[in-house]
């Protein structure tokens, strides 16, 4: 009995702790060049196929 | 609903990065990484099936990139104990309880499989399916690396033998929320 609630504590510790580094994680800013790399990979689209005006 | 899906892309960019950086524990190759996965989620656009998990897609070119990769050069991306604890430090334990450092320690000894599959169940919160899709594996598999992964960082972490575990939920808390020093 004590087994399974001691298990059930570890998995909640690792959890709560794994969802602490990733959420740091998800909370850094997105640096420029991604930005940039998707203004650039839109304007190289042939503008015939439309699409710019959005 | 009927726009290109390519003006997702930039939601989903957090999350990748946070994603790559769990991969390669490595900020300039997980930057790198991210880079690649975008040119490729750009161009094969039209595989990507509209109304489903555009994050799950996006992270399967992104670890196939990472894998491959890995073949490649023979060798597991090195650095585990690199950037990715080094960026986050913290001061040292001074009471016994479990401190992020620590965590963070204890995550990048997992293998590659582990992390992943923990990462996108425990923290990502994949089902077991979208997990299992993204991995390019067995659902029982995934279930199996999240199991043992658990356990690898239960037993690196010694939490079975923690006594701070066997006290209260109060003592928990104070694990998990783990006293921040103040912003200044």
């Known amino acids: 009995m004590g087994h399974t609630r001691r298990k059930d504590k570890e998995t909640e510790v690792i959890d709560e702790n794994l969802r602490r580094v990733y959420q740091d994680m998800l909370d850094e800013k997105v640096p420029d060049r991604f930005l940039d790399l998707i203004a650039q990979l839109r304007s190289q689209e042939d503008p015939s196929s439309g699409g710019e005006a959005q | ?184």
């Open chain 2, 1 to 184: 609903m009927s726009g290109d899906p390519r003006d997702e892309l930039v939601d989903h960019l957090p999350a990748l990065r946070a994603f790559a950086l769990s991969l390669t524990r490595n900020g300039a190759v997980a930057d790198d990484m991210v880079q690649d996965t975008l040119v490729k989620a750009w161009s094969k656009i039209s595989t990507f099936e509209a109304g489903t998990n555009m994050r799950a897609w996006l992270f399967t070119i992104l670890r196939n990139t990472y894998y491959s990769n890995r073949r490649k050069a023979g060798r597991e991306v090195s650095d585990a104990e690199g950037i990715f604890t080094e960026s986050l430090s913290e001061k040292p334990a001074h009471d016994g309880r479990l401190q992020l450092a620590d965590f963070r320690r204890a995550f990048v000894k997992l293998t590659d499989e582990q992390r992943e599959a923990l990462i996108l169940v425990g923290a990502q919160g994949f089902s077991y399916e979208d997990a299992a899709e993204t991995c390019g594996v067995a659902v029982g598999t995934i279930k199996s690396r999240v199991n043992r992964a658990r356990a690898r960082l239960t037993e690196l972490l010694n939490l079975d033998e923690h006594e701070g575990l066997e006290m209260t939920d109060q003592a928990t808390m104070a694990v998990v929320t783990g006293a921040r020093p103040a912003a200044r």
